[in-house]
């Protein structure tokens, strides 16, 4: 093979397309994932991620394009693929009729592990992933948030090399996210490479080192999260007004402040607006136009943009939002989505 093993990125994918029937769920996309790094791939419902996913963990065939994991071409040299790599799909691939210790146990014999081997490390993962005392009860029996993480803990029995993560913390409290966190960033501590898609910006914030944002099957940006930011340009002045039947005139009210229209959640009664750097200057004439207009508000605060505000600026809408096709100006609540559909049951061993 002309693909070197070792000076390669971890992961490249070049001009990568995929239909189905009329849906153009990938529409070329390239990506670089240097080894031992975090690419975050952010993108609203449909946006192509799970699409992405698949593809690279060979559960899919590509329409067009390539990609290469560890210097092997994800169609051609699938079975090798599939040895160097381990997937926490977005729906749960756990047996959940059989415990924890023999959903690790049966995973590490897909793997060719010997049953003793197979067993040890079943317990050495349990012990990682804070599920010992558990590991004996049937798996239908965890909490969402233990499933996630023997989801997890499962795909690491063949200590891969590179790790892909389908929304990792979709549906968990926020205490099982930051202990998902902690885990993640072990990993990579210890040098795993990590493709992880969120919807989540602050976990994207927290985790990767390389974002790229994927909409319609497009990267349409990519850059470290505080170069995503910078993109934004300056500042944002945000408020809310608490008479919802008035977030119109305060929207009316602003209009020719800052730079670009204003956002408004007419179900929050969140309005923001960007101000690039004219900073306070910018939070003076949004009271004084406030005042004028006579809109009650609470909360005004002048603040650096987060990557949700980087998300709203290039896709039009934010991150949560069910449809793909919300007009600019609306901004979603986040919400946990419920997942169905999308079933991913093979793991990926040989
Ligand atoms: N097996 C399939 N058959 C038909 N259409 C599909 C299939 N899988 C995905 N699609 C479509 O391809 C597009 C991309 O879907 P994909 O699951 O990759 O999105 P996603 O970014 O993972 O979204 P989400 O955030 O909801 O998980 C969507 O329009 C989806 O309906
Ligand atoms: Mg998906």
């Given at each position: 093979m002309a693909h070197s093993q070792s000076g390669g990125p971890a992961i490249l994918v070049e001009g990568l397309v995929k239909s189905f029937g009329e849906v153009r769920a990938l529409r070329g996309i390239d990506l670089s994932v240097p080894r031992g790094t975090v690419l975050g791939v952010l993108g609203p419902n449909g946006a192509g991620k799970t699409t992405a996913v698949r593809i690279l963990t060979t559960l899919l065939r590509p329409d067009g394009g390539r990609a290469l994991v560890e210097g092997r071409d994800?169609?051609?040299e699938a079975a090798a693929v599939r040895r160097s790599i381990g997937l926490a799909g977005q729906s749960a691939a756990i047996q959940?009729?059989?415990t924890g210790r023999e959903n690790l146990e049966i995973i590490g014999r897909l793997y060719h592990l010997s049953w003793p081997r197979a067993r040890s490390r079943a317990i050495e993962l349990l012990r990682q992933f804070e599920l010992t005392d558990a590991a004996?009860?049937?798996?239908?029996?965890?909490s969402g948030g233990m499933q996630r993480r023997l989801d997890l803990a499962a795909s690491l029995v063949g200590q891969p090399k590179v790790l892909f993560l389908d929304?990792?913390?979709?549906?968990?409290?926020p205490r099982s996210r930051l202990a998902m966190w902690d885990t993640i960033r072990s990993l990579v501590a210890g040098g795993t490479t990590l493709l992880l898609t969120t919807q989540y910006m602050d976990e994207a914030d927290e985790l990767a080192d390389q974002i790229v944002v994927i909409d319609h099957g497009e990267v349409i940006a990519a850059g470290t999260a505080e170069e995503l930011k910078g993109r934004v340009g300056g500042d944002i002045v945000e408020f809310t007004?608490?008479?919802?039947?008035?977030v119109g005139d305060a929207v009316a009210a602003i209009a020719?402040?800052?730079?670009g229209e204003p956002h408004a959640d007419a179900e929050t009664g969140v309005v923001s607006v960007g101000v690039g750097g004219q900073g306070s200057d910018a939070l003076i004439e949004v009271v004084r136009g406030l005042d004028k207009a006579d809109v009650q508000t609470h909360g005004l605060t002048l603040r650096r943009p987060s990557l949700d505000d980087v998300f709203l600026a290039l896709t039009?809408?934010?991150?949560?939002?069910?449809?793909?096709?919300?007009?600019?100006?609306r901004r979603g609540r986040r919400k946990a989505k419920s997942k169905a559909a999308d079933k991913e049951t093979a793991r990926t061993a040989s």
């Open positions: 994800v169609v051609r959940l009729e059989l004996d009860r049937a798996a239908k029996n965890f929304e990792p913390t979709t549906g968990l409290d007004v608490p008479d919802r039947a008035r020719t402040i800052g730079e039009g809408h934010a991150a949560e939002e069910e449809e793909a096709d919300q007009p600019a100006g």
